[in-house]
């Protein structure tokens, strides 16, 4: 049989936006992710790409409007340089595996797809993901540092929150850790993908998913800018969790900080990430004069994750 490949090239942070794209238009199950091939031309010097993700469909009639919808929403990631142009080749017969989803993040996570085979390492937690509608393959650099982050803060019988939960991988590898956890996200789609995550990784009894979002959160809306989100339901901070963790933009921090505050236990951490580290000062700014210092931080790039303990006075 004939297939047309798609392909591109993307840097760690547009995976996410590439796989949530194609899967918004019905490619969820075609889509394959491998380590960033390195084209056959000696003259290529391109050193950001870090995957290249292949999409495979049928050569046959209407493929061309297919192809030309899909290009059209893939080309903004290409204008702002997060991936390369669109390829499009005609192959005979489709790559069985190409898929290269097991990747290790911190010292102990590895990230892979439900259905993949591994000999765990002693000490390894599997956090098993599909590829989903929901932010968090566990590609994106905030992603990782977050997950680097939780491992070195989250401890047993912790209470934490999982703001803006996404896809669950955060709410998994905290359950994981042996916490129990708060996920919300104001997204219907990423609660649903966050419930199937905790199922499919055994942790359901650990992790309770709600349609919502932590005080003031509720009333900022969709984070992509949609106007049509209704509000939703409002979780009251009320001194209960240990742990708070929130990969969200830097404005999100910054507004709910007060909410954070009373939302923590004393002596209580909160992760923030989503952010560059350009937003790093404005951010710990408003943590600061909220009564938190900062404790922590890891980095890969431009990008930055903290984590601040409130200050007992
Ligand atoms: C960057 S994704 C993070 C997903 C996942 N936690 C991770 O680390 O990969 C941000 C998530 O926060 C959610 N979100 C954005 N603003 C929110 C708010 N005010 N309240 C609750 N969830 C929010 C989005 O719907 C999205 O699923």
């Known amino acids: 049989m004939s297939w047309i490949e798609l392909s591109l090239n993307a840097t760690h942070e547009a995976v996410d936006w590439v796989c949530t794209l194609l899967a918004d238009v019905g490619y969820i199950d075609d889509i394959q992710i491998a380590n960033y091939r390195q084209p056959d031309r000696a003259t290529s010097h391109e050193n950001d790409w870090a995957f290249t993700i292949c999409l495979y469909l049928p050569n046959e009639v209407g493929a061309n409007s297919q192809l030309e919808k899909i290009a059209d929403l893939l080309s903004p990631l290409h204008r ?34 439900p259905d993949t085979r591994y000999q765990p390492q002693p000490n390894d937690i599997l956090l098993r993901l599909e590829t989903s509608l929901s932010f968090g393959s566990g590609f994106h650099p905030a992603t990782r540092l977050s997950l680097e982050l939780l491992e070195r803060h989250v401890r047993p019988a912790m209470n934490v929150l999982d703001l803006g939960c996404g896809s669950g991988i955060l709410s998994v590898a905290i359950a994981k850790l042996g916490a129990t956890v708060l996920a919300l996200d104001n997204d219907n789609i990423a609660v649903q993908s966050t419930q199937t995550a ?40 009320a001194a209960e969790f240990d742990l708070i963790v929130a990969n969200i933009f830097a404005r999100v921090h910054i507004a709910l900080t007060p909410d954070f505050r009373q939302a923590v236990r004393p002596s209580g951490i909160v992760i923030a990430a989503g952010f560059t580290i350009d937003y790093a000062d404005e951010v710990t700014k408003a943590f600061t004069e909220a009564g938190f210092e900062e404790v922590d931080r890891a980095r890969s790039q431009e990008w930055v994750a903290l984590a601040y303990r409130l200050i007992i006075v």
Do not use: C, Y
């Open 80 to 113: 702002t340089g997060l991936t390369t142009a669109l390829e499009i080749a005609t192959i005979e017969g489709k790559p069985v595996e190409g898929r290269d989803r097991t990747h290790r993040i911190g010292q102990r996570f590895v990230v892979l797809a």
């Open 198 to 237: 905790v199922q499919q990784n055994g942790v359901d009894s650990q992790v309770t998913v709600i349609e919502g979002s932590l005080g003031q959160g509720s009333d900022l809306g969709h984070w992509m800018g949609g106007t049509t989100q209704e509000k939703v339901a409002t979780i009251a901070p």
